[in-house]
């Protein structure tokens, strides 16, 4: 895999980020990915690190360090998973 995505990469990978938090915060279930419409380095296999902010504020983080599925499901399941981080540990702060 290359070092640089192009900027149509970048911007596939967060729309995939984006809707995949929207679908996980209302409940609905992720459709599949289309991957006929990405491209050889989207379905590549990749790591990647997904970290949520709020009004620039940390919320949530994960990713791996070593590749194991392609990028754009790498980044869909880190996103969902960095979700369900900030609702646990939600639950599990004192409250103030």
């Known amino acids: 895999m290359e070092d640089k995505l192009t900027p149509e990469e970048t911007q596939t990978l967060l729309h ?3 809707q995949s938090l929207e679908l996980a915060v209302r409940g ?3 459709p599949p990915l289309d991957e ?3 491209t050889p380095c989207l379905r590549e296999t990749g790591a990647s690190f997904v970290t949520l902010t709020v009004r620039g504020d940390l ?3 994960i990713g791996a360090l ?3 599925q392609p990028l754009a499901m790498d980044v869909r399941e880190h996103t969902i998973a960095a979700r369900w981080k900030i609702r646990a540990s ?3 702060s ?3």
Do not use: Q
């Open 16 to 18: 995939i980020a984006r």
């Open 28 to 30: 609905e279930k992720l």
């Open 36 to 38: 006929a419409t990405l």
């Open 59 to 61: 919320r949530g983080c």
């Open 66 to 68: 070593e590749p194991y």
């Open 90 to 92: 939600r639950r599990s």
């Open 94 to 96: 004192p409250k103030s």
